[in-house]
């Protein structure tokens, strides 16, 4: 039984994270979006099973990992990511990151390359600014009485109407999981995202890249991940008839992208 495990940051932040799959096979970290848990990729787990041996976390300020004080940086959640791999003495992962995951995935691939053997940016930006439209979500959320509005315009950004329809128990979990969370985590999160702009120094990366894209995408939109693959030497991009949750929406067919991409380069 794959339980849920922990660890300690170097600055006393405790990250939850789930291992599981063949020991003899690639490990595959999957890093996911802001405001939801690792259960986010839930509907790929069977998928990518037999494939890879499957890493998941909740990013500081999410889930059951701790909530830090203050505005959490780039620099830091990247840094977690490499702690919780020297946790369990990982070197070659496949990297996948959604939305903020992916925000994450880029600074590996600028910062530690060394330490990846490829890299799915899902979903995602190398910059959402500008800055005042942030700080003034940031403070909504701070003082809002309850996280509900909070909640309901993220589920509106994730996904489109149709799927709120076909999916309802799905996008419910989401939305439970939302009201979990912590605003403060949601925030510092946030601000991670608007302190961030890494439109040059992605050229730096030269990675095996997979981005996908969806091509409704409110949130990081598609034009978004053109900009990150005619930057990334090494990318490809695949865009997908889908909002901001691919996986979500089509988990057999990302599935399939990325057990493609890695096998076969």
Excluded at 53 to 74: F, K, N, Q, T
Aim: glycine share 6%; proline share 5%.
């Amino acid at each position: 039984m794959n339980q849920l495990r922990a660890f300690l940051t170097g600055d006393d932040c405790e990250i939850a994270f789930q291992i599981e799959g063949p020991t003899n096979k690639p490990v595959l970290m999957l890093s996911n979006s802001i405001a939801t848990t690792m259960q986010m990729w839930k509907e790929l787990i069977p998928l990518l099973r037999p494939h890879f041996r499957i890493l998941r976390y909740d990013a500081r300020g999410h889930g059951v990992s701790s909530v830090p004080a203050g505005g959490y940086g780039l620099d830091r959640l990247g840094q977690d990511a490499l702690e919780l791999m020297d946790h369990l003495q990982l070197n070659d992962v496949h990297f996948c990151g959604l939305s903020l995951g992916g925000f994450v995935g880029q600074w590996l691939g600028i910062h530690a390359p060394h330490r990846l053997a490829s890299l799915i940016l899902a979903n995602t930006s190398s910059y959402l600014g500008p800055t005042p439209q942030w700080d003034s979500r940031i403070r909504a959320i701070l003082t809002a009485e309850t996280i509900q509005e909070t909640a309901t315009g993220f589920i509106n950004n994730w996904f489109s109407s149709s799927t709120r329809q076909t999916q309802a128990t799905r996008v419910e979990e989401f939305y439970h999981d939302l009201l979990t969370l912590s605003a403060q985590g949601i925030a510092a999160n946030l601000a991670a995202v608007r302190d961030t702009d890494m439109r040059r120094t992605v050229s730096l990366i030269e990675l095996p890249t997979l981005i996908i894209a969806g091509r409704h995408d409110p949130v990081t939109l598609a034009s978004h991940s053109e900009l990150m693959a005619s930057t990334i030497s090494n990318a490809r991009l695949m865009t997908f008839e889908a909002v901001h949750m691919t996986p979500v929406e089509h988990p057999e067919a990302f599935a399939k992208a990325l057990v493609d991409f890695i096998n076969n380069g």
